[in-house]
């Protein structure tokens, strides 16, 4: 396929980070050029090596895999081992990876690739807290302009927070690399809770994902079993909302979602509120529009498109 998009995956998997890393790596649309590592659900050994232990289910051991950063900008590491499990990936036994991290720090290679490529040509997936977006647009702003779109899983308007009434997870954990994030003036496209409680793990998507019999489609399964369990718990629903491979089907199939143009801030500094992405969705403020926010998905199609990719590995 001679027209791929180049994008660099940022995530601190976590098993929707982990189905997110899948539908990437099967789909020949996208030309993975890296994937980056940042502390989030789990800390910083783990995210890594659980990246390298999903490129080999698959398979893609050549996957350029970095190393980034280990904790917030400014606040201290709060992760989520009670919705992911110790390892970040509970519910599917996967050998440890055998695979090699590349030497260079996942905010340098940001920045090289950045610089490096075509303008304008890079798309920053992100999965995780801003972390590593954040420290890169710190150290070389002059990527800013030069990079194609960010497209993140993170924040909630309708939907509240995760993590406290106001929050969510990503953005919560590293409130400061999201404000300067927001305020870099990349095209952004947000994934925020409010489309992903959209997308549920039924049981019904979950037994597609294992009727496809492979070790990924067995694996994929196991960490839905598992990883639903909180929200279904939480949110008195069937499934779990399943977050991240919302990043990765907007590339491929954008016309499955609905969203518009708003500004979004975030919160720093209040001990109440700080995380919350104040978005203006109703224009009630004449503050520059940053982001497309999305609200609406046809989940259907998006379980249909996850099944349908990861079927391509054994
Ligand atoms: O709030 C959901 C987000 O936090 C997802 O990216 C999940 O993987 C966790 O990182
Ligand atoms: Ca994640």
């Given at each position: 396929m001679t027209n791929r998009r180049d994008i660099i995956i940022d995530t601190d998997p976590g098993q929707d980070d982990a189905i997110a890393i899948l539908l990437a790596l099967a789909s020949?649309?996208?030309?993975?050029?890296g994937i980056c590592a940042v502390a989030g659900n789990v800390p910083l050994p783990l995210t890594h090596s659980n990246i390298r232990k999903v490129c080999e289910l698959a398979q893609k051991q050549h996957t350029k895999v970095y190393v980034g950063c280990e904790k917030p900008m400014k606040r201290n590491l709060f992760t989520a081992e009670y919705v992911h499990g110790e390892t970040g990936l509970n519910g599917a036994q996967l050998p440890e990876p055998t695979m090699a991290l590349q030497d260079q720090h996942a905010v340098d290679f940001i920045i090289e690739t950045v610089l490096a490529q075509?303008?304008?040509s890079v798309t920053l997936c992100t999965l995780g807290p801003l972390t590593n977006i954040g420290q890169a647009l710190t150290k070389a702003p002059q990527i800013a302009p030069r990079i194609k779109q960010i497209v993140m899983m993170g924040g909630g308007l309708?939907?509240?927070?995760?993590?406290?009434?106001?929050?969510?997870f990503n953005v919560y954990v590293d409130p400061d690399a999201a404000s300067i994030t927001f305020n870099a003036g990349i095209p952004m496209v947000v994934m925020p809770l409010d489309v992903t409680h959209k997308a549920l793990t039924t049981s019904a998507r979950i037994e597609a994902l294992r009727s496809l019999g492979t070790k990924v489609g067995v694996a994929a399964a196991e960490w839905l079993d598992f990883f639903e369990r909180f929200d279904e718990e939480k949110y008195g629903i069937e499934g779990g909302p399943l977050h991240d491979p919302n990043v990765i089907a907007y590339l491929l199939k954008p016309e499955l979602y609905k969203g518009r143009h708003i500004n979004v801030e975030i919160e720093?500094?209040?001990?109440?509120?700080?995380?919350?992405?104040?978005?203006d969705y109703w224009h009630?403020?004449?503050?520059?529009?940053?982001a497309v926010w999305i609200t609406d998905v046809n989940a259907d199609s998006f379980f249909e498109l996850i099944t349908e990719r990861l079927a391509v590995f054994k």
């Open positions: 020949s649309e996208l030309n993975v050029l075509p303008d304008q309708f939907e509240g927070g995760n993590v406290t009434p106001a929050a969510e720093t500094d209040s001990p109440l509120t700080v995380g919350m992405t104040v978005a009630v403020t004449d503050k520059p529009k940053n």
